[in-house]
């Protein structure tokens, strides 16, 4: 059984757990970060990187977390990788137990942490289609997509689809007519779940046409051309269609990566980490919360940066004021 005790402790390795991690080496504070499922978070399976500052000519997604992963370590942060399986944040320092991976039986690391930042990230919600799954092996990031703000650039004067009929479709279906030659929104029902002025402003907007109780059954294309089209399945007449598009968005929602610390951290009822006024402080002492782990609104890399920032400096701050007494201390 390996144990480990560290100062600070972040869990996630996208962009708002490596700047934390930058942050915190750079106070000293000698921060240790677990990897998690997915090391360098959702930018790791995206392409291009064009609206990340400091780029000009831009930056694929995964030579991005590559600076950022660098960054850290070149100031004293140590990167593991482990699964964690269940926390105990009851008393300081916070207990973490971890595992090879999510399907072993065994833990074999004990992690104690005097402050914890949490920056675990949140996973869009696919479709579970052919052809949806990340380059190589699907179309994912080379013409499918969950976030119209990163990528509709790319999408210039090109017809693409929109899948959804919520609020946040609705808002990716007009901002993508920016950009898009025509935009296709495909919708399961007979009616939208958005509000009503959103779905007055899709349905009166002329470059956008709504296709209903349509369902997307696949996504066509390949490595060179991207997306051809998708194969549409209308659920009340039983027909098929092959729908020419260069695009396809999908959105229908972002779950938080915080199921661990349910019962423990006050989360809204999506999943995502209540933090405190400006802070990015939880209800628990020493625990805080960063990126979309926290954030259902803006979901961007530079934001999640910007809040990782915060949470090393509001971990900092709160070790200062609160120090752990040492066991020699106790003894005496």
């Given amino acids: 059984m390996k144990q480990i005790e560290k100062k600070v402790v972040i ?43 400091g780029f000009a000519k831009g930056i694929m997604g995964p030579a991005l977390m590559s600076e ?110 920016k950009f898009a030659s025509s935009v296709t929104v495909v919708h399961r029902r007979d009616e939208f779940r958005a509000s009503k002025i959103m779905q007055e402003r899709v349905l009166n907007h002329e470059k956008i046409t709504v296709l209903w109780n349509t369902e997307v059954k696949e996504i066509k294309g390949t490595k060179e051309t991207g997306v051809e089209s998708i194969v549409l399945y209308n659920n009340q ?27 423990m951290l006050d989360m809204d009822d999506v999943g995502y980490l209540i933090t405190e006024g400006r802070t990015m402080a939880t209800n628990v002492p020493g625990v805080f919360a ?8 803006y979901r961007q890399a530079i934001t999640a940066a910007g809040t990782g920032c915060m949470a090393a400096i509001d971990a900092e701050r709160f070790m200062a004021e609160h120090p752990l007494a040492k066991a020699e201390e106790i003894a005496v």
């Avoid at 098929?240 to 990566?257: E, L, R, S």
């Fill in 237 to 263: 007449t039983g027909e098929t269609i092959d729908y020419p598009t260069q695009g396809v968005f999908i959105a229908i929602g972002h779950k938080p990566n915080t199921d661990l610390f349910r019962g």
């Fill in 68 to 177: 950022f992963r660098e960054q850290a370590e070149r100031f004293g942060t140590e990167i593991i990788n482990v699964w964690i399986d269940r926390v105990d944040l009851s008393e300081r320092p916070f207990t973490l137990y971890g595992k090879e991976s999510a399907d072993a039986d065994e833990v074999t690391t004990i992690i104690k942490a005097e402050s914890l930042i949490i920056s675990t990230g949140a996973s869009a919600k696919w479709l579970g289609v052919p052809g949806e799954e990340p380059v190589p092996v699907g179309l994912g990031g080379n013409g499918v997509s969950a976030c119209a703000t990163c990528d509709g650039f790319f999408f210039r004067d090109r017809p693409i689809v929109v899948v959804g009929g919520g609020d946040t479709a609705m808002e990716e279906a007009i901002f993508l007519t």
């Fill in 290 to 297: 960063c990126g979309d782990a926290q954030d259902s609104y």
């Fill in 11 to 53: 869990l996630g390795s996208g962009p708002a757990g490596l700047t934390a991690a930058i942050y915190a080496s750079r106070a000293q504070l000698e921060p240790l970060v677990i990897d998690g499922p997915q090391p360098g978070g959702q930018l790791t399976i995206t392409t291009d990187v064009e609206n990340y500052p």
